[in-house]
């Protein structure tokens, strides 16, 4: 109870804050519109909903009742009675037909309005202040976020609407039909071996709640490990989905170093696993099918049984229609009664995904508590350069990794920082960009200065190559005149005429060489003009001679920025006017001092 009580507390902590959001919303009809806050939107569709269930529950009352008039019509060879309840028949099925469709209709319309809420809020939080960076690099907190926020929010929605109308609708259908029951149990009391039923009241109420209660302690007993295993199933599905789209994005260097079969064993071994699993899920699901078809079967004859000794007694007044009124009414009542049967794959399926959300968004809370906490802080300064005296990057871990002591980057200057692989360099430069507060300290940064990072690896978004040389801005925001002179000064001029081409995709990166990339985000760069220009090996792929003709462009073209770079090259020094050089302490961090001037070229 205590688990079921946990379990309904985090459903409601996902689901709630739909339906308090106050944001403006638009409801869209053919002919007009309505601008409501959202919550107000959504729960006046949950108050239609609602209602249309109450009316589907009268509805099936009355067919209930029919049912008992049609067939006694029938053992009675009344035919003007037959015919009037045929019609009867017709228009209530009519009515039913028209509210079930519309109730269709308005679960979808709510459905995507909540999903498009619960998605906008996740991006939102994933993708607000690096959190989407730290969830990738501490720790390890959670897997497959995209997979969370597509398919995840989407099955939360759907099975948690749909478990709420049913559980609603069987809670009203329930109340309806007991009723029904007890009636009929009292009007047709027996005795069997001598024992009068005439002392329970609401016997037949009794035995469909006997019977219920006890396929459900054996559909629970049966079914429990299809929690796990459907958990189990998405994370493994997940692996292997992201195993396929990792060999995509790295095709090219999995070609060079032929390294297919070594690609193809370790899909096999994320495959392998769902497999594994697939037949745990195969072996639980016969068990709990084989269990309720039993069950469902069993069912439909043990209201005729219940009933046959008083159907059958000499002198009985039960008709036929009132055997088929109590059949049907015990198989409401039994069958509301074992909601838990008929739901269990889908409240397991549901289990798993409210635990797969629910600690995808602790994660996010762990990763900007993260944040959130003392540690290396950027601070707005006056002047023109970026300090850093007594701050200490740091591993996730707590570890020390470098600790900056007189560090400064001037506006107009060029500093190479160098120092062996694994020293720390490109944490300073994420700790600089405001994404790795892992440390103590202070950053000192001009304030409202535009502080940018060149990663070796270039960033391409999808798109055209005109929104890949604004991103992360809005492509409209450079002239062409502009973009194609800027093209052609870093090497690019044949692409000068194809910046809106989608012809061959949108995929940039599967067209440029990893040169064109950095050449593509050196351009981006003198567009931009930032105030500080962070190069984190941005131009390893490129010769020596275009190297330099690239920093001489970005000395040319953006004089007044200070370009700060991490190379290992010699040839990169007399490309700037400072070095500073990582020094390794004996037993401490490395650490990042003043700068030296360098000879001029």
């Known amino acids: 109870m205590k688990a079921l009580f946990a379990t309904l507390a985090l459903a409601w902590h996902l689901a709630i804050p739909y339906f308090k959001e106050r944001q403006q919303g638009e409801l869209a009809f053919r002919w007009f519109k309505i601008r409501l806050q959202e919550r107000w939107i959504g729960l006046g569709f949950v108050v239609v909903i609602l209602a249309i269930n109450v009316a589907q529950v009268y509805i099936n009352v009355e067919l209930n009742a029919w049912n008992n008039r049609f067939y006694t019509a029938l ?6 009675a037959f015919w009037a309840e045929l019609g009867y028949w017709s228009w209530i099925v009519a009515i039913y037909l028209v509210i079930y469709v519309y109730e269709v209709y308005l679960t979808s319309w709510l459905r995507i309005r909540w999903r498009t809420w619960m998605t906008d809020r996740f991006l939102n939080r994933w993708l607000a202040g690096a959190t989407h960076y730290r969830l990738a690099t501490s720790y390890g907190r959670t897997d497959n976020p995209d997979q969370r926020i597509s398919e995840d929010i989407n099955n939360f929605v759907t099975s948690t609407f749909s478990l709420t109308i049913t559980l609603f609708n069987t809670t009203l259908s329930l109340i309806a039909f007991m009723q029904v ?18 002392v329970i009241p609401g016997y037949l109420v009794w035995a469909a709640i006997i019977y219920s209660v006890l396929g459900t302690i054996f559909t629970h007993l049966i079914g429990r490990p299809l929690i796990r295993l459907n958990f189990e199933q998405q994370h493994v599905e997940a692996d292997f989905r992201y195993s396929m789209m990792r ?26 696993r769902i497999v594994d699993n697939w037949y745990q899920l195969m072996d ?23 009933l046959a000794p008083a ?41 798993a995904v409210l635990d797969r959300l629910t600690t995808f968004e602790r994660a996010m809370s762990a990763a900007e508590a993260d944040a959130a906490q003392p540690g290396v802080t950027v601070k707005p300064t006056g002047g023109d350069a970026i300090t850093a005296d007594g701050a200490v990057v740091a591993l996730p871990d707590g570890r020390p990794l470098v600790r900056l002591e007189g560090a400064a980057f001037e506006k107009g200057k060029a500093v190479l920082i160098s120092g062996p692989s694994g020293a720390g360099k490109t944490s300073v430069f994420r700790a600089f960009a405001g ?16 502080v940018m990072v060149l990663p070796q690896t270039a960033y391409l978004p999808l798109g055209t190559l005109r929104e890949a040389l604004a991103y992360p801005n809005p492509a409209e925001i450079h002239d062409d005149a502009r973009v194609r002179d800027v093209l052609s000064a870093v090497g690019l001029g044949a692409f000068a005429d194809r910046l809106d081409d989608l012809s061959e995709g949108p995929n940039l990166a599967a067209r440029l060489s990893g040169g064109e990339q950095q050449r593509v985000a050196i351009a981006r760069a003198i567009l931009a003009e930032p105030d500080f220009l962070l190069l984190d090996e941005a131009t390893a792929s490129l010769d020596e001679a275009s190297e330099a003709a690239l920093y001489r462009l970005l000395r040319e073209r953006l004089p007044r920025t200070a370009i700060i770079s991490i190379g290992h090259r010699s040839s990169l020094r007399p490309l700037h006017d400072e070095l500073v050089v990582l ?5 401490g961090p490395f650490v990042l001092g003043a700068a030296t001037p360098l000879p001029a070229a």
Not at 318 to 346: D, E, H, K, R
Not at 435 to 450: C, D, H, K, V
């Open 583 to 587: 020094r390794k302490q004996d037993d």
């Open 75 to 80: 053992q009675d060879r009344n035919g003007a």
């Open 181 to 198: 029951l007890w009636g009929i149990s009292a009007h047709f009391p027996y005795e069997i071996g001598g024992f009068n039923l005439a």
């Open 247 to 272: 060999l995509r994005e790295n095709s090219e260097e999995i070609a060079l170093l032929k390294g297919e079969e070594m690609e193809k064993r370790a899909m096999r071994g994320f495959f392998g």
């Open 311 to 351: 159907y059958f007694l000499a002198g009985s007044a039960m008709q036929l229609g009132v055997l088929t009124q109590a059949s049907s009414a015990f198989g409401q009542v039994q069958g509301n009664f074992s909601i838990f049967v008929s739901l269990y794959s889908m409240l397991a399926d549901w289990k």
């Open 435 to 450: 994404i790795w507060p892992f440390g103590a300290g202070e950053l000192g940064i001009p304030e409202g200065a535009r």
């Open 284 to 306: 639980a699901n016969r068990n709990l099918r084989a269990f309720s078809l039993f069950y469902d079967q069993v069912s439909s004859i043990v209201p005729f049984i219940l």
